[in-house]
């Protein structure tokens, strides 16, 4: 469906069964999209082995979008190029050049 499969934002919550967490990870890492993604448990530590199982920029654990200035944002696959945010936003803006002297 294309609330599934498309990048969609609002107020939309798709539900989608799976027979274990494994599953779980496959299903979303197939997405060709990455922009954020969350993990919800009371298991603090497993929350966090799953969410770096996940192929998204931002992972949340027992919350959503919550995007601060001090972070950085910003996706993979087809959810957008580079960062903001943060350091390495700030870095984004920036253009590196490299002096090399051969004496």
Not at 34 to 42: A, E, F, H, M, R
Not at 72 to 87: A, D, I, L, N, W
Request: with cysteine; glycine share 12%.
């Amino acid at each position: 469906m294309a609330v599934v499969d498309k990048e969609q934002f609002g107020p939309v919550l798709p539900i989608i069964a799976y027979s274990d967490v494994s599953e779980a990870v496959a299903k979303v890492n197939a997405s060709e999209n990455g922009l954020g993604g969350s993990v919800w448990g009371n298991d603090i530590a497993q929350a966090q082995q799953i969410a770096t199982q996940l192929e998204c920029g931002t992972v949340w654990i027992n919350g959503h979008a919550e995007v601060l200035p001090h972070a950085p944002f910003g996706g993979c696959k087809m959810s957008g190029f580079g960062v903001e945010f943060g350091q390495e936003g700030l870095l984004e803006y920036t253009t590196i050049q490299v002096v090399n002297i051969n004496r």
